[in-house]
């Protein structure tokens, strides 16, 4: 090859070559900075909060949707026997009748095996003198009150099948949002993730050493006593203790021990007391944060909350102004 052609072609090769190290330097992502990182592994969990918690509504709507299709078969159950008995009697009563000389036409329908044709001229037996005709109007109350029974229960069934869809969901974008996280944290030092998570410096206080709180109600200092007791424990979620919590989970059963039933979710929670200002607050008041509500801590005096805020990071105490005022609320 001329030396010529020899000089141009490495030439050629020698920029390509550049130009592939250039290009492949431009295409990499660069590393995220501790802030970015930050503000993401704060997004995401907080994604996975308002997803936890619609994954406890969902779970309630499942009980509440359960315990209601028990209900409506146990009283159909009943229902049921009851009409049995009823046509029991009637069928004791029809063969004294018919020993007695025929079968009145009340008890011919009544005792009939065709429902529809008994509901369809039941009427009739209303406007008759026949002594069982009572009985018989019973009977078709019933029918009627056990045919509403059967759509409740299907109506009940399509909700029951509707929040299960709603949970699974919900369970699997926080799933989705937590491993995220993880995966950004699992990059980091130790140190990072300590200061990312926020758990460096956190105060533990022992049950029996919380520090007395002016509340405004023995209920309120109950409260406030026992998330006292309950700093250190991890954050789980959908949890609602006594090994674990979510933010909700453990401000429910705070007020659990002073006495008071509070809902299960943040979003549900600030409208079971009474609204205050920032300015109102008191030891036991609730505390919400985000526009969607999304997450509670109970306000414990001092400017400061505890709260149960995400995963890695235990019970807490915090500043009440740590995180975007949304509401107040004082439980009843």
């Known amino acids: 090859m001329p030396a010529a052609l020899r000089a141009a072609a490495t030439l050629t090769l020698a920029g390509a070559a550049s130009a592939a190290a250039f290009d492949g330097s431009a295409l990499a992502d660069?590393?995220?900075?501790?802030?970015?990182?930050?503000?993401?592994?704060?997004?995401?969990?907080?994604?996975a909060e308002e997803a936890t918690e619609e994954y406890n509504d969902a779970t309630e709507a499942v009980r509440r949707a359960e315990a209601e299709i028990d209900r409506l078969a146990d009283r159909a159950a009943r229902r049921t026997a009851e009409l049995n008995e009823a046509r029991d009697q009637l069928g004791s009563h029809a063969g004294a009748e018919y020993r007695n000389g025929g079968l009145p036409a009340s008890l011919q329908l009544a005792l009939s095996t065709e429902p529809d044709d008994f509901l369809s001229r039941a009427a009739v037996l209303d406007r008759s003198?026949?002594?069982s005709a009572r009985t018989v109007a019973g009977i078709e109350n019933g029918l009627r009150e056990l045919d509403q029974l059967h759509a409740e229960a299907a109506e009940r069934s399509e909700e029951l099948t509707d929040?299960?869809?709603?949970?699974?969901?919900?369970?699997e974008l926080m799933a989705d949002r937590l491993a995220e996280a993880e995966q950004l944290l699992a990059e980091r030092t130790a140190e990072e993730r300590e200061r990312l998570l926020g758990v460096s410096g956190t105060e533990t206080v022992p049950a029996d050493a919380a520090p007395p709180v002016a509340a405004l109600s023995e209920r309120a200092a109950a409260a406030v006593a026992f998330?006292?007791?309950?700093?250190?424990k991890p954050y789980g979620?959908?949890?609602?203790?006594p090994a674990a919590y979510d933010c909700s989970g453990l401000t429910q059963a705070a007020w659990r021990a002073g006495g008071v039933a509070l809902?299960?979710?943040?979003?549900?929670?600030?409208?079971?007391?009474?609204?205050?200002?920032?300015?109102?607050?008191?030891?036991?008041?609730l505390?919400?944060?985000?526009?969607?509500?999304?997450?509670?801590?109970?306000?414990?005096?001092d400017g400061q909350i505890i709260h149960a805020s995400r995963p890695?990071?235990?019970?807490?105490?915090?500043?009440?102004?740590?995180?975007?005022?949304a509401a107040a609320a004082r439980p009843a």
């Open 312 to 325: 890695g990071t235990p019970v807490q105490l915090a500043p009440v102004d740590s995180m975007p005022f």
């Open 263 to 285: 809902p299960r979710t943040s979003y549900r929670q600030v409208d079971a007391g009474t609204r205050i200002s920032r300015a109102q607050l008191a030891p036991g008041d």
């Open 227 to 232: 998330a006292y007791a309950q700093l250190g």
């Open 129 to 131: 003198g026949d002594h």
């Open 287 to 301: 505390v919400f944060y985000y526009s969607g509500i999304s997450h509670v801590g109970i306000y414990v005096g």
């Open 163 to 171: 929040a299960r869809e709603r949970a699974r969901e919900q369970r």
């Open 30 to 47: 660069p590393e995220p900075s501790l802030a970015e990182v930050e503000e993401r592994v704060d997004a995401l969990h907080r994604e």
């Open 237 to 241: 979620w959908g949890a609602t203790g």
